[in-house]
């Protein structure tokens, strides 16, 4: 069975402090791991996708994330969090061979405190 | 980069109507679109699968009688919410997986809200 677990379903932190949301997932197989960000009363939007290449990935807005497979975690990091940055975020895992099918962590909800 | 669009992004109705929901891919072929639900504050639930001239595939527990899906061409995949209650009421995205193989992205949809009177 496979499932992606995001800790922390509210994240808070001040305009210009480090962001730091967290995803580990369970799969039997090494998994395709993808970061999404949602603004409200939109569909989502790819912020980063680690394919088996380089372990640290780098996407959009200044985000990246970081595959560990000894810790099976794919947490995404900010350097300077932005106002516009307050969002809700979904890490999402694809596993080989299975199709098209996506799972979905429960999501976490950032907010930035001017 | 590929695009997804659907249409309505909102939608009212009375209960017992049924409201249809469309979803395109804009610049590229979808032989393969999702339907997700999302309840207020919660992740993506996957509805349905849809499959280019065949039939959907529903996940565990979701009616297909009532969550009715068409999948006529490569571009164009249809939700239709049949007999609609105040329970249906939620926001719909689809998706179309981008690429080849399982490292292709998913490309979602705006959304569509569902309010049912």
């Known amino acids: 069975a496979q499932s992606v677990t995001q800790l922390g379903s509210h994240v808070s932190v001040s305009e210009g402090a480090l962001v730091l949301l967290r995803c580990n997932y369970s799969?039997?197989?090494?998994?395709?791991l993808f970061w999404y960000v949602q603004y409200p009363n939109q569909g989502l939007q790819l912020l980063l996708k680690?394919?088996?290449?380089?372990?640290l990935v780098k996407g959009i807005n200044g985000f990246e994330a970081e595959f560990k497979k000894s810790e099976t975690s794919f947490h995404l990091t900010k350097p300077s969090a932005h106002m516009s940055d307050a969002a809700e975020y979904f890490c999402a895992v694809s596993l080989p061979n299975t199709g098209n099918q996506f799972y979905f962590g429960t999501g976490t909800s950032l907010t930035v405190i001017p | 980069g590929a695009v997804v669009s659907q249409h309505p992004s909102r939608v009212i109705c009375k209960s017992g109507t049924s409201v249809k929901i469309e979803c395109r891919s804009l610049d590229f072929q979808a032989t393969t679109m999702f339907w997700y639900r999302q309840f207020p504050k919660q992740s993506l639930m996957l509805m349905a699968t849809s499959n280019e001239g065949s039939k959907a595939t529903y996940e565990q527990g979701v009616e297909k009688d009532k969550f009715l899906i068409n999948h006529a061409s490569l571009t164009l995949s249809t939700l239709t919410v049949t007999s609609a209650h105040p329970e249906d009421s939620s926001f719909y995205i689809c998706?179309?997986?981008f690429g080849q193989g399982d490292t292709g992205e998913l490309f979602f949809g705006e959304g569509s809200r569902l309010t049912v009177l």
């Open positions: 998706s179309a997986r």
């Open positions: 680690y394919t088996s290449a380089a372990t």
């Open positions: 799969s039997s197989v090494p998994p395709y």
